[in-house]
Structures are given as structure tokens and as C-alpha cells.
């Protein structure tokens, strides 16, 4: 038989503070900032890297929200078990559909407005630099991480859910690809980069790679910097940037090459 479990059980609000909840007072719940909603088994696990930096600071100052929701609150019985023996046999646990139902049914009952609805996984659709222009685009996203095996198949079909790949390898859970993928969508949500102009120049925006950085000293173990980047000729140094990238694109990323020309 399966409990009951209140409305909301398992969700907590995070962000990246080591004050306790009650004393937060000077960080605004901002209606309809951008919201990640995560459905894990290790919600201790967030806001992990996204606590730091620029990411952290929007995070402390409303500009986006993360909302945990963990699987365990979800699961059956005393034990409150969430996984079983994969059907038909074989190695490891599966993620039973039940259990997950009952947190994304939570998950999308609190989530406002269009928001993707993702599992993190290495059958999925490569993520990449235009999802998470779109996915910035939306008022959130939805994500389901995985453990174990996985989760049953039947779920992804009834809830239309779509997968998506960090790369392909596998990891141990779906917790570190989610973290890579806000963090690489949240820096596209506006006042979260100081520079305005750093997510415009920077690789994959313009379908190139980026060109190479230097800073001070001009001088480093008899290494200098280019000349054309001292010159002060502003058409100079953007003309040599531009070469640069699109050799750099040309010999470590033929796939984007041909694509950039074609669009070009
Ligand atoms: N048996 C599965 C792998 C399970 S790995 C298979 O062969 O496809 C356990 C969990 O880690 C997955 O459920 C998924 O949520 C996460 N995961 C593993 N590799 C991933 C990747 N490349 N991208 C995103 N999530 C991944």
C-alpha cells in the first residue's frame, strides 16, 4: 500500500547561507524570479557549486531560486524505499515510477508559468549552449535526477519528460549534471554577469570557439603577450580576435566550423 504524503513534504528552499532559515530576512522571495526545482535523493547536495560566485550572489540576491524537493520524503513504508529490482533481472535498482509521480506531480503543482521538464540522463538529447539560451528563455526548469539504474521508463512517457545528456559518460546520479546545466543557464538571466557583454563574446555565442586571454604581466618567463593586444588599435585587436577564434574553431571543432559557415 502506498502512504499518503503531504502536499509539499519534501521541498526546501535553498540558498547559499550558513545562517539558519528563520534569520534570513534580506532575501527577497522575488515572485516569478527564474526557478529550479530539483527532485533528488541528496538535496544536501544543492546549491553545491551554484552557492558560489556570480551564480550565488543572484541566487542570495532573488535573482533565481532553487527549490529541492527529496525523493526520500516520497518513498514507501517505514523505510520510505523509492527503488526496486529492475523487472526482468539484472545488476542495481530501478527509481519506481510511483515515488516519482508523487514528487513531480508536487514539483509541477508549485511550479508557475512554462517550465521545462527534464531527466537528467546519458540517453538524453546533448545538452548545449542554445537549450540553455532557451531554458533561460522559460521561468524555470523542472529536473529530475536519477540514481541506481535510472528510473522506470514508464514515467518519462507519462509525464512527457524530456532527457537530457551532460556528455557522454555516465555518472553516479543525475545531481552534478544538473548543477553544471543551471549554472550555465542562470549566468544568461540578466544582472547575473557583471559584464553584460562577456555572455555575447564568449565561445559558442557567436558559433565560435573564444579567442585566447592574456592578462598582466605583459612579460612571463620570456612569453609575451601579442603585440596587437598592446596596440591600442581597437579594429586591430578585434580583427585578430576574430582570426583567432575562427582558427581555433577550424582545427579542434570542424563540427561547429561547418555549421558556423553554413549560417554564416
Ligand atoms: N543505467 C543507466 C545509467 C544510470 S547512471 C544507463 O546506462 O543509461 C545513474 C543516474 O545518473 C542516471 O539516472 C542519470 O540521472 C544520471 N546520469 C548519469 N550519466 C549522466 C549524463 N551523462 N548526463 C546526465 N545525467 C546522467
Given at each position: 500500500?502506498?502512504?499518503?504524503?503531504?502536499?509539499?513534504?519534501?521541498?526546501?528552499?535553498?540558498?547559499?547561507?550558513?545562517?539558519?532559515?528563520?534569520?534570513?530576512?534580506?532575501?527577497?522571495?522575488?515572485?516569478?524570479?527564474?526557478?529550479?526545482?530539483?527532485?533528488?535523493?541528496?538535496?544536501?547536495?544543492?546549491?553545491?557549486?551554484?552557492?558560489?560566485?556570480?551564480?550565488?550572489?543572484?541566487?542570495?540576491d532573488g535573482i533565481w531560486r532553487l527549490d529541492?524537493?527529496?525523493?526520500?520524503?516520497?518513498?514507501?513504508?517505514?523505510?520510505?524505499?523509492?527503488?526496486?529490482?529492475?523487472?526482468?533481472?539484472?545488476?542495481?535498482?530501478?527509481?519506481?515510477?510511483?515515488?516519482l509521480e508523487q514528487a513531480i506531480m508536487d514539483?509541477?503543482?508549485?511550479?508557475?508559468?512554462?517550465?521545462?521538464?527534464?531527466?537528467?540522463?546519458?540517453?538524453?538529447?546533448?545538452?548545449?549552449?542554445?537549450?540553455?539560451?532557451?531554458?533561460?528563455?522559460?521561468?524555470?526548469?523542472?529536473?529530475?535526477?536519477?540514481?541506481?539504474?535510472?528510473?522506470?521508463?514508464?514515467?518519462?512517457?507519462?509525464?512527457?519528460?524530456?532527457?537530457?545528456?551532460?556528455?557522454?559518460?555516465?555518472?553516479?546520479?543525475?545531481?552534478?549534471?544538473?548543477?553544471?546545466?543551471?549554472?550555465?543557464?542562470?549566468?544568461?538571466?540578466?544582472?547575473?554577469?557583471?559584464?553584460?557583454e562577456s555572455a555575447i563574446e564568449e565561445s559558442?555565442?557567436?558559433?565560435?570557439?573564444?579567442?585566447?586571454?592574456?592578462?598582466?604581466?605583459?612579460?612571463?618567463?620570456?612569453?609575451?603577450?601579442?603585440?596587437?593586444?598592446?596596440?591600442?588599435?581597437?579594429?586591430?585587436?578585434?580583427?585578430?580576435?576574430?582570426?583567432?577564434?575562427?582558427?581555433?574553431?577550424?582545427?579542434?571543432?570542424?563540427?561547429?566550423?561547418?555549421?558556423?559557415?553554413?549560417?554564416?
Amino acid at each position: 500500500m502506498t502512504e499518503k504524503t503531504p502536499k509539499s513534504a519534501g521541498r526546501v528552499s535553498v540558498r547559499p547561507t550558513l545562517k539558519p532559515r528563520e534569520l534570513i530576512t534580506d532575501t527577497p522571495d522575488l515572485v516569478g524570479a527564474w526557478t529550479a526545482q530539483i527532485i533528488t535523493l541528496f538535496p544536501q547536495a544543492f546549491p553545491g557549486v551554484l552557492g558560489e560566485s556570480l551564480t550565488g550572489r543572484a541566487l542570495q540576491d532573488g535573482i533565481w531560486r532553487l527549490d529541492t524537493f527529496d525523493l526520500r520524503n516520497y518513498g514507501i513504508g517505514k523505510h520510505r524505499n523509492v527503488d526496486d529490482t529492475p523487472a526482468g533481472g539484472g545488476a542495481g535498482m530501478v527509481l519506481r515510477a510511483d515515488v516519482l509521480e508523487q514528487a513531480i506531480m508536487d514539483a509541477r503543482g508549485q511550479s508557475k508559468g512554462v517550465a521545462p521538464l527534464v531527466y537528467l540522463s546519458p540517453r538524453g538529447q546533448r545538452f548545449d549552449q542554445a537549450m540553455a539560451r532557451s531554458w533561460a528563455r522559460a521561468d524555470g526548469v523542472t529536473m529530475l535526477c536519477g540514481r541506481f539504474e535510472g528510473v522506470d521508463e514508464r514515467v518519462l512517457h507519462h509525464f512527457n519528460i524530456q532527457e537530457v545528456s551532460l556528455g557522454d559518460f555516465v555518472l553516479t546520479g543525475g545531481e552534478i549534471a544538473a548543477q553544471a546545466m543551471i549554472d550555465a543557464t542562470v549566468r544568461l538571466l540578466p544582472g547575473v554577469l557583471g559584464n553584460a557583454e562577456s555572455a555575447i563574446e564568449e565561445s559558442f555565442s557567436t558559433g565560435l570557439l573564444e579567442h585566447p586571454q592574456y592578462t598582466k604581466p605583459a612579460e612571463w618567463r620570456g612569453h609575451q603577450i601579442p603585440d596587437v593586444l598592446l596596440s591600442g588599435n581597437h579594429a586591430k585587436i578585434a580583427a585578430w580576435r576574430r582570426a583567432q577564434s575562427e582558427a581555433l574553431t577550424k582545427a579542434r571543432r570542424p563540427d561547429l566550423w561547418v555549421k558556423f559557415q553554413q549560417g554564416d
